[in-house]
């Protein structure tokens, strides 16, 4: 992440707002507390994300994506600093198996985008493994420039699209 | 899931000619075929008489023959070389004027060529279109066809008509009578559905081969017209699939644990060239249509991608970026002679080699994607499109015409336009919905 625009911080925001609204709305889904026992480091209460869910990894980790330059694959301090987070996560969290989408903006033909996403997936891919995540818990998935987040035709627009997700399955 | 394609449309004897009229070679239409005509021919396409109106599955006969007449009109005009003669100054053609028409009439409307022509139901549950090309200030017939076709193919005998036409008095290769694969596109760019479709050239026929579950993308046509290459995203693993027309049903091409994409058929359609994404390095691979171990082509750590054979099967052109940027590259189709062709400013991508051999249409980059072709050994470039995002492009049957996907800027839907080598006669092609990666199929048999 470069520079964090309003635009991203509001994104990141709003989307951890919608997941922990959406744990708040699912109690039903929250295993049954424990009877008699204090748990005291799992940090588990029933306002906070459920450990091991994508919630919990967003919250623990500060973010689930990481973004990049024009054309570029190269990850910068400030990627390897998010993604040393979201590793000691995965490894605390050994039983989770994440997929890795990347992503590109609209300014690379599809095939060749479809490509360059692919090689930033493995950018992150192969940081978290050479911080100890077991690749085998790692799928990368490149969408090109099909599925942006940000809509617009602008520089703004194309520094959210041009990223990396670490995608912790929901539930 | 799919209705059988194969459909046959065959030249039938020739029972309504008199007798055989000498066909002089003269008259091709006056211009410069790589600079364009400045002066479209005036033409006339009279609806079509009947000997006897007769209703059909498609429609009653006489109906029938003005609307083949107005696909007719409509293809010629489309094309750019012709400038038909306003419908309402068009004077009615009887069974007798078929094969004698009044000269001196068509002159008077201003018409220079006039194409006219019967449909009958035959007793065989089938539809003939007689198709017939004077010359009116010669006063002589240039050429005659006739049409047998299923009543539901009846735009196919009007196609056929028009490309008799067309080759006739351009020079240039039929088109017409040929489909087109594209991706379908709907809903806001964040949630976008994706489905394959097939379309006549003029957009009629549409149907979509897959139902949107899973992102589909570039779609491609075999040579042979039986089968199509796409790529899909069904079960999270972005795979190219082969899909069959006939049958509806569609396979794997290559079973791996990597994304392979950007596939193209060889010219024979016994190979399809791929790129193939392992660990973040992106590498071209060829492997037969009926499956077996491929054969890599390409091994820089770059992304090479986008091949496309030369159309006699010897070469392939493909895009890669390492040089550093996207540039356009050929080599034999072993992998081996890899040479850069492209060193315009900016960089150059989805390169498709023209089915007549002698061009190389790209996607340039550079401010902007412009749709451009250039010679196989990177001469003679030529950019024929100014817009904010023109991509992908591919080439008519005939080797004169470039479809590709024009996307404006901000959430809004991509759409196919069409424009000849010139860089004229640009053009939007009708769609349901948005459209992007066009892909041309042959002429129909």
Known sequence: MKTLSPAMIMLVSASALALSACSRNAPEDLPPPPVGTTDADSGFDNSGPMPGSRADFIAQAGSDTIYFETDSYDLDPEDRALLDAQARWLVANPGVRVTIEGHCDERGTREYNLALGERRANSAKNYLAARGVDAGRMTVISYGKEQPVALGSNAQAWAQNRRAVTVVPVG | ?445
């Open chain 2, 1 to 445: 899931m799919l209705s059988s394609m194969p459909i046959f449309v065959r030249r039938i004897a020739w029972f309504l000619m008199a007798a055989l009229i000498a066909i002089p070679a003269q008259a091709q239409i006056e211009g410069d075929v790589v600079g364009g005509i400045s002066n479209p021919s005036s033409i006339a396409v009279p609806d079509m008489p009947t000997p006897s109106a007769v209703d059909t599955p498609a429609g009653n006969t006489a109906d029938l023959g003005r609307q083949i007449a107005q696909v007719i009109e409509a293809d010629l005009r489309n094309s750019g070389f012709f400038n038909p003669v306003p419908r309402n100054r068009l004077r009615r053609v009887t069974m007798d004027q078929v094969t004698a028409p009044d000269y001196a009439a068509w002159n008077q409307v201003g018409a220079q060529h006039l194409v006219q022509g019967y449909v009958q139901a035959g007793s065989n549950g089938r539809l003939t279109v007689g198709c017939y090309l004077y010359d009116v200030f010669a006063q002589s017939s240039l050429d005659r066809a006739g049409y047998e076709v299923d009543y539901a193919d009846w735009r196919r005998a009007a196609h056929r008509c028009a490309d008799m036409v067309y080759a006739r008095l351009t020079g240039e290769g039929a088109y017409f009578d040929s489909r087109i694969v594209y991706v379908a596109e709907s809903g806001p760019k964040n949630n976008r559905t994706r489905r394959i479709a097939v379309m006549d050239t003029d957009g009629a026929n549409h149907r979509f081969l897959t139902n949107g579950q899973s992102i589909v993308l570039t779609p491609r046509y075999a040579p042979d017209g039986r089968t199509i290459t796409y790529m899909s995203y069904v079960n999270d693993e972005p795979r190219v699939y082969l899909f069959d027309l006939s049958t509806g049903r569609q396979r794997l091409l290559v079973d791996a644990p990597y994304m392979t994409f950007a596939a193209r058929y060889s010219p024979d359609s016994r190979y399809v060239v791929f790129s193939m994404a392992v660990n973040g390095n992106t590498d071209i691979y060829r492997v037969p249509v009926t499956g077996g171990r491929p054969e890599r082509l390409t091994n820089t750590p770059g992304i090479d991608t986008g091949g496309s054979y030369s159309p006699d099967g010897s070469r392939i052109v493909f895009e890669s970026d390492r040089s550093g940027g996207q540039q356009l590259y050929v080599m034999n189709a072993d992998g081996s002679n890899q040479r850069r062709i492209s060193f315009g400013g900016g960089q150059y991508a989805t390169p498709e080699w023209s089915p007549r051999g002698n061009l190389i249409a790209f996607t340039r980059l550079g401010g902007g994607f412009r749709i451009g072709v250039m010679r196989p050994d990177g001469s003679g470039e030529r950019i024929l499109t100014n817009s904010w995002q023109d991509e992908g492009p591919s080439w008519a049957p005939n080797g004169r015409v470039i479809h590709f996907f024009r996307t404006p800027r901000g959430d809004s839907m991509p759409a196919l336009y069409s424009v000849d080598i010139t860089g004229r006669q640009e053009r939007r092609l009708p769609t349901p919905v948005g459209a992007s990666d066009p892909s041309w199929s042959p002429l129909q048999d």
